[in-house]
């Protein structure tokens, strides 16, 4: 992007100062939720010309229309490392301007909330550079002493090259300028095998702290192969694969239950309808990966985990859209990336998808599951001698493969057979119809 176009809106052409002018500006407009087929009018979110619009009623009106809304992706935010001393001074500035400047209901302060932040990060971290890997500088990553002897390094492979070059156009100095190169020689051997072994000790300690944060994916990536390729296939084609995997054929088909079950005890225990609590997302901002990738707003989770106060006035509006019961319309879009499942994959089966969902929506959300493990366990619900997957604190799969280890060892040592059924759904979220997921929640928590 042009200097002169970064405080240009991309949907009306108005100028501003700069990014941060454009994203408050989008953020209160409907310059940045435009629906496809319509031209941007900038009318404040929530209004149009005819009156209010469907999008600010998301209980009363059709939500079908904003699931349509494009949703442009943002820029990601070039964010400093940890420790940095400038996450104390942003999160006061971020949370005086967030104070000041949102207004209006719940859904208004949520848009709003998003564009401003991106905005104020935009303006203070920058924007990362496109094909960045994020490295970090030379020094950080081999320390002075090792840019010392490459630097060395390079210095006497100069001289090593002149001493050649003089000793092809010498006559009675070969023999000295002989001497001179075998010392450089040396000297340069020394440097190498200095650094070599530097780096090996550095290779070495990052391999070990690698090792010791997550075993399992350390070893995991030792025998398994490198992944590459980029998804070739149509627009089309990509369409009537996403159709068959994640639409519900039966979505309009009554289901009234399954014959002969069994209706649980009341619970004794009942689900937590109560306000939501600072430790609860706190708890979930401390538990969340830094490195996971931002949704479309571009916020990541080291916003909030390096900024306090910030996180306290997510808190405010989190519990605001709990008490209402609200969840605002760019929660429930999300942008699907696809990785690479082999080499050189180019199939849609050769990929596996992922779906990057908003930040702040996602902490609600795992609050929410929280609560509904809580209650499902202190319930008697799930048999967790037979049920492991989606159990927090027991390592499911770490237990069936002890199972299963211990099964083929009593099998060779008292020599019999072993018969080992494996059941795996192809399509899990398409072949089951989704108003099961429905019932079980009804069936369980009650109508």
């Avoid at 699931?67 to 104390?88: G, Q, Y």
């Avoid at 199972?403 to 059924?421: A, F, G, L, P, Y």
Wanted: positive net charge; aromatic residues 10%.
């Amino acid at each position: 992007m042009n200097k002169d176009q970064e405080g240009v809106c991309a949907g009306c052409g108005r100028r501003f100062k700069g990014k941060r002018g454009v994203a408050v500006y989008r953020a209160r407009t409907s310059c940045g939720r435009v629906a496809v087929g319509h031209d941007c009018t900038c009318t404040e979110l929530g209004e149009t010309e005819g009156g209010p619009s469907q999008v600010s009623d998301h209980r009363a009106g059709d939500r079908q229309h904003a699931l349509h809304a494009v949703f442009e992706r943002t820029e990601p935010i070039a964010w400093p490392p940890a420790r940095s001393d400038k996450w104390e001074l942003f999160d006061i500035k971020l949370a005086g301007v967030l104070k000041v400047e949102l207004a209006g209901s719940v859904e208004k302060k949520m848009r709003m909330f998003e564009g401003l932040c991106y905005g104020a990060c935009a303006e203070e971290f920058g924007i990362e550079p496109v094909g960045s890997g994020g490295g970090g500088n030379v020094e950080g990553d081999f320390g002075k002493s090792g840019l010392r002897r490459q630097r060395l390094m390079v210095q006497l492979r100069a001289e090593k090259k002149s001493l050649r070059r003089r000793w092809r156009q010498a006559d009675g100095e070969r023999a000295s300028l002989k001497g001179l190169y075998e010392d450089l020689k040396k000297r340069y051997a020394d440097v190498r095998r200095a650094e070599y072994q530097c780096r090996k000790r550095r290779r070495r300690r990052r391999e070990s702290r690698e090792f010791y944060k997550n075993p399992h994916r350390f070893t995991k990536r030792l025998f398994e192969e490198g992944v590459s390729g980029s998804l070739e296939v149509s627009k089309e084609e990509l369409e009537r694969h996403l159709n068959a995997t994640y639409c519900d054929g039966r979505r309009e088909e009554p289901f009234t239950g399954v014959a002969g079950l069994l209706r649980p005890q009341e619970p004794e225990v009942s689900f937590a309808f109560s306000e939501l609590k600072l430790w609860e997302v706190e708890a979930v901002v401390e538990n969340a990966r830094a490195g996971s990738a931002a949704g479309q707003n571009g916020l990541s989770y080291k916003l909030f985990k390096y900024c306090p106060r910030f996180r306290r006035v997510l808190w405010r509006n989190l519990r605001v859209l709990w008490r209402e019961r609200i969840f605002p319309v760019s929660w429930c879009v999300a942008e699907g990336v696809y990785i690479p499942k082999e080499r050189d994959a180019k199939g849609i089966g050769q990929f596996r998808p992922i779906s990057l969902l908003n930040v702040d929506g996602k902490i609600l959300f795992s609050v929410l599951a929280r609560r509904l493990s809580e209650f499902v366990m202190k319930n008697k619900f799930v048999d967790i001698s037979i049920q492991k997957a989606g159990i927090p604190g027991f390592p499911g799969c770490t237990e069936h493969v002890q199972m299963i280890w211990e099964s083929i060892q009593r099998c060779k040592r008292e020599k019999e057979d072993v018969d080992v059924i494996w059941l795996d759904l192809a399509n899990a979220y398409g072949s089951v119809p989704h108003r099961y997921l429905s019932f079980a929640l009804e069936f369980f928590l009650g109508p």
